[in-house]
């Protein structure tokens, strides 16, 4: 291991560093790196628990970044509708749009699943899944789907939180880095 490391700093310093002739310091310009060990568990269930939460993350986490860039599109086309009713029909036609390429996926999500889904949708978008719908369709809308979400054990007020949370952010690190 000392010969990994010393043989990285000799390839680092022979490749990194710059010297210009008007300066007479040297600086070195490293990579940045992220250095991610095995978890390791103290009981049985926890090791489950972790199994569990990496499965429901991996399986909704690529809905909730389009979530966001859909949100991101949205908005820019919103820009463009000056009257309310045409804003109101073109977020029902994008909703029709969503609904149809989605609704069999979405309604395939156990309900950890979809309580993983408000979380991340939360970090990803900066607002509850209720604020965005009550944006987009309407306080009565958002009750409506609410009180559906708390009937089955969810609720989109859910927030996202960074320290109690901490799992669910390991777990999209990993994904982001290419390892899960």
């Known amino acids: 291991m000392k010969t990994l490391i010393v043989a990285l700093f000799i ?3 022979a490749f990194a560093i710059q010297y210009s002739p008007l300066d007479s310091t040297y600086y070195i310009t490293l990579p940045t790196c992220d250095i991610v060990s095995n978890r390791t568990f ?3 269930k926890e090791k489950a628990d972790w199994n569990m939460l990496k499965a429901n993350v991996k399986k909704v986490y690529p809905y909730s970044i389009y979530v966001k860039m859909k ?18 029909n073109f977020i029902a036609k994008s909703e029709k749009e969503l609904i149809s390429s989605f609704e069999s996926e979405i309604k395939k999500l156990t309900v950890s699943q979809g309580k993983v889904l408000v979380k991340l949708i939360d ?4 607002s509850s899944a209720y604020q965005i719908i009550k944006e987009r369709r309407g306080v009565m809308s958002s009750l409506l789907w609410q009180g559906v979400s708390l009937m089955f054990g969810g609720n989109l007020k859910t927030e996202y939180n960074t320290s109690t949370d901490k799992n669910i952010e390991d777990i999209v690190n990993l994904i982001e880095l290419g390892l899960l």
Request: proline fraction near 0%; glycine fraction near 0%; aromatic fraction near 8%.
């Open 123 to 126: 970090k990803e978008t900066n």
């Open 42 to 44: 103290k009981t049985v």
């Open 71 to 88: 949100l991101a599109e949205m908005d820019a086309q919103l820009a463009f509708y000056k009257t309310q009713k045409e804003q109101d």
């Open 11 to 13: 390839s680092i310093k």
